[in-house]
């Protein structure tokens, strides 16, 4: 039997970022897992989809997908050359102007006032 001392420890931090970034500082390595609990009514849909037993087979298929994947480069152009007036990209779902969290708030409020191109 093995013991639980007979290895260096595994340090699995959940939805603890301020922890793992602690232990990081410390040369202790982890593995972060980005964990959130289910919303509220969502409930009975995540179980439906954890007990599919397609789900295994879709989630293989899906990761061979991305990792066979060769993306390349279909052109460049000026964000202003293709899209809209007053829209903006960011790494998220859709959210209106007044939702946003104040890290986007500080980006796209100078580039609202701005209508000139930054240098």
């Keep these: 039997m093995t013991s639980l001392l007979d290895a260096p420890p595994r340090v699995i931090?959940?939805?603890?970022g301020l922890l793992d970034e602690a232990l990081r500082a410390q040369a202790?390595?982890?593995t972060p897992v980005a964990?959130?609990?289910p919303l509220p009514g969502t409930a009975e849909d995540l179980a439906r989809v954890l007990a599919d037993p397609r789900r295994h087979e879709?989630?293989?298929?899906?990761?061979?997908?991305?990792v066979s994947a060769r993306p390349h480069l279909v052109g460049v152009r000026r964000a202003s050359e293709v899209l809209g007036p007053g829209v903006f990209l960011h790494a998220g779902p859709?959210?209106?102007?007044?939702?946003?969290?104040?890290?986007?708030a500080s980006l796209?409020?100078?580039?609202?006032?701005s209508r000139t191109p930054l240098q």
């Design 13 to 16: 931090t959940v939805g603890a």
């Design 28 to 30: 202790v390595p982890t």
């Design 35 to 37: 964990w959130r609990p």
């Design 58 to 66: 879709a989630n293989e298929r899906a990761v061979a997908r991305l």
């Design 94 to 104: 859709p959210i209106t102007y007044r939702a946003r969290a104040a890290p986007n």
């Design 108 to 113: 796209i409020s100078p580039v609202i006032v």
